[in-house]
């Protein structure tokens, strides 16, 4: 029986590869051209980090990774500033340097003729031309093509954070999941760390910090505190 192995492209830390493999797919590899998120992706996803741009990126190495005999996924998250409305100068934004990493995305798709294909980006990418040549090289490819824009709230994050996904497959009509996750507020997902102060770490968790703040920035954040209180309160 054939089994899904994974290769995760713009890989950074390792969010998606985590959640794959969590899903029970095995994630041969991530790719990423930031050297710093190796150690996290390795301890956290037991993978494979390789620190080359996805330009370098050849058939045989590709190939390598997936095997001869299983079902192939190829994933990645190109970035996404060159697309982003958050960009300032946003009419000379195909002059990114990382406007093309995602026809590099396609390149690699085609030397490596995956099965399945998941894309995310920012929801603006859609307007894009670069974004159209992509849908239509996969359907000419043979793929079946579903996207969309999603909303993480939708899935169980505590935050509301809009993303196009895409999902391509050559055995068929592919769907995203239905949107009937509960809602988790941020309330929820913090209320049991413990409560610190501006520039203190907690004991417990390192990783529940707060920044060190200015005692003119704190005396702005407990003004801003008060009048939404009143805002709210009707006062």
Known sequence: ???????????????LTYGIKK????????????????????????????????????KKEINSLFGEKNIKLLMGCAPCQ???NY???????????DWDLLNEFLRII??????????????TLQKERIFVKFYT?????????????????NYGVPQRRKRLLLLASKFGEINFLKKDIKKVTVREAIKNLSPIKAGEISKKDFIHRASKLSDLNLQRIQILFWKNLGVMLKI
């Open 1 to 15: 029986m054939k089994k899904i192995v994974a290769v995760d492209l713009f890989c950074g830390i390792g969010g």
């Open 23 to 58: 899903a029970g797919i095995e994630v041969r590899a991530g790719i990423d051209i930031d050297e710093t998120c190796r150690y996290a992706y390795e301890v956290n996803n037991c993978s494979i980090f390789i620190n080359k741009s996805v330009t370098e990126i050849t």
């Open 82 to 84: 060159p697309f982003s």
């Open 87 to 97: 960009r300032k100068d946003k009419k000379n934004s195909n002059k990114h340097k």
């Open 110 to 123: 085609k030397i490596s003729n995956p099965d399945i294909i998941s894309m995310e980006n920012v929801p």
């Open 137 to 153: 090289s996969l359907k000419n490819m043979g793929y079946y093509v579903n996207y969309d824009v999603h909303n993480a709230e």
